[in-house]
Nanobody, 126 residues
Framework: QVQLVESGGGLVQAGGSLRLSCAAS????????MGWFRQAPGKEREFVAA????????YYADSLKGRFIISGDNAKNTVYLQMNSLKPEDTAVYYCARGLGSLSITLRKEGTYKYWGQGTQVTVSS
């Protein structure tokens, strides 16, 4: 059984930083691509960032590029999302997900991911 557990969310002031973690159990983490999505109140879930299974490629939502950084540690079966210069509009529940695929267009789609974490709340105050 594959499980993804996010942590690291919380309340932060605008301009601050947070690092989210997603610990994966189950099959070898390194053979799957990992993604981060977020859902703000009253909005649809949206793509944030993705890391290919090889770790060789990363993809970001255009609006977040330069502020967010996705990385992974295969030895720990963990993927991270470093979020810098946070804004109130970054407030959302952040989800990590695991799936197959390596293309940017594929990894931006929710349907690519078979396994999802329970989400962690990030609140950015102004």
């Amino acid at each position: 059984q594959v499980q993804l557990v996010e942590s690291g969310g919380g309340l932060v002031q605008a301009g601050g930083s947070l690092r989210l973690s997603c610990a994966a159990s189950g099959r070898d983490f390194s053979t799957y691509s990992m993604g981060w999505f977020r859902q703000a109140p009253g909005k649809e879930r949206e793509f944030v960032a993705a890391l290919t299974w090889s770790g060789s490629s990363t993809y970001y939502a255009d609006s977040l590029k330069g502020r967010f950084i996705i990385s992974g540690d295969n030895a720990k079966n963990t993927v991270y999302l470093q979020m810098n210069s946070l804004k109130p509009e970054d407030t959302a529940v952040y989800y990590c997900a695991r799936g197959l695929g390596s293309l940017s267009i594929t990894l931006r789609k929710e349907g690519t991911y078979k396994y999802w974490g329970q989400g962690t709340q990030v609140t950015v105050s102004s």
